[in-house]
């Protein structure tokens, strides 16, 4: 909840100073996340909507309709 309405506010302070936070992901995920890299940027240029949800599942909107990934094989088989 604190990282969503960190999103909607441009600007979060804490006694007055300006505090920045992120998401803190373990080594795992965030390989996991950078293993959707490229797949991410083909969908993003097809505008397809595409997101990844924690802690590593793709998803995107296609004809209206939500897909949802976790993993490559996945996608691959919907594919063919």
Excluded: N
Excluded at 40 to 52: A, E, H, N, Y
């Amino acid at each position: 909840r604190i990282l969503k309405a960190a999103r909607e506010r441009p600007e979060v302070t804490y006694k007055g100073k300006p505090i920045r936070l992120s998401a803190d992901f373990t080594a795992e995920t965030l390989q996991a996340r950078k293993e959707w890299h490229d797949v991410f940027k083909v969908l993003k240029g097809k505008t397809l909507q595409p997101r990844i949800l924690y802690p590593s599942r793709l998803s995107f909107r296609m004809e209206g309709e939500i897909k949802s990934f976790p993993d490559k094989q996945k996608l691959k088989e919907f594919i063919t």
